[in-house]
T-cell receptor, first 113, second 114 residues
Framework: KAGVTQTPRYLIKTRGQQVTLSCSPISGHRSVSWYQQTPGQGLQFLFEYFSETQRNKGNFPGRFSGRQFSNSRSEMNVSTLELGDSALYLC????????????FGSGTRLTVV | EDKVVQSPLSLVVHEGDTVTLNCSYEVTNFRSLLWYKQEKKAPTFLFMLTSSGIEKKSGRLSSILDKKELFSILNITATQTGDSAIYLCAVSYAGGTSYGKLTFGQGTILTVHP
């Protein structure tokens, strides 16, 4: 079966712009979560969606937002990009969340210049 | 504040060596501890541990959880160059305000030389 698909793979944006990243979970998985990975901070939780509802949100500014559609696909948006937003953004999907393992996508590498 | 701490942060060994990676945690509403291997981008799932003292094995890799002392170890025997990667430990939650998230440790960078 297909894994977690993230698009695009790479992005270069200018400070002040906004960006939208997409994640298609494994078929049947209803939980989708997003993580930011940087060399200094490691993997940090952004937010988690289940059946189109945000169940949890990490400690990130309001410039970071997301949503989940009825087919479980998810998008995250970052507005007013800053240099510090340069990171690998990873999406993970699971059947319901905590009770099962999470499968990660290959990520989107965002570079802000 | 919830904490997941891995040690060592980096490790260099030669093929054939056995390595032990450590993960300690202090979290509320603990549900499970997960190990992932990250080679290039996507972390790949290795183990999920929920019960104390039960070893999980997959080939040369094994892991065990101690819920009393709040730590887990990941063992890799007869290491190969293909084991070179970042090994990530994460904790999931049973409920409360953290349900649905994973809290990760800093990762251990393992380098295996031929």
């Amino acid at each position: 079966k297909a894994g977690v698909t993230q698009t695009p793979r790479y992005l270069i944006k200018t400070r002040g712009q906004q960006v939208t990243l997409s994640c298609s979970p494994i078929s049947g998985h209803r939980s989708v979560s997003w993580y930011q990975q940087t060399p200094g901070q490691g993997l940090q939780f952004l937010f988690e969606y289940f059946s189109e509802t945000q169940r949890n949100k990490g400690n990130f500014p309001g410039r970071f937002s997301g949503r989940q559609f009825s087919n479980s696909r998810s998008e995250m948006n970052v507005s007013t990009l800053e240099l510090g937003d340069s990171a690998l953004y990873l999406c993970a999907s699971s059947w319901t969340g905590a009770d099962y393992g999470y499968t990660f996508g290959s990520g989107t590498r965002l570079t802000v210049v | 504040e919830d904490k997941v701490v891995q040690s060592p942060l980096s490790l260099v060994v030669h093929e054939g060596d056995t390595v032990t990676l450590n993960c300690s945690y202090e979290v509320t509403n603990f549900r499970s501890l997960l190990w992932y291997k990250q080679e290039k981008k996507a972390p790949t799932f290795l183990f999920m541990l929920t019960s104390s003292g039960i070893e999980k094995k997959s080939g040369r890799l094994s892991s065990i959880l101690d819920k009393k002392e709040l730590f887990s170890i990941l063992n890799i025997t007869a290491t190969q160059t293909g084991d070179s990667a970042i090994y990530l430990c994460a904790v999931s939650y049973a409920g409360g305000t953290s349900y649905g998230k994973l809290t990760f440790g800093q990762g251990t960078i393992l380098t295996v030389h031929p």
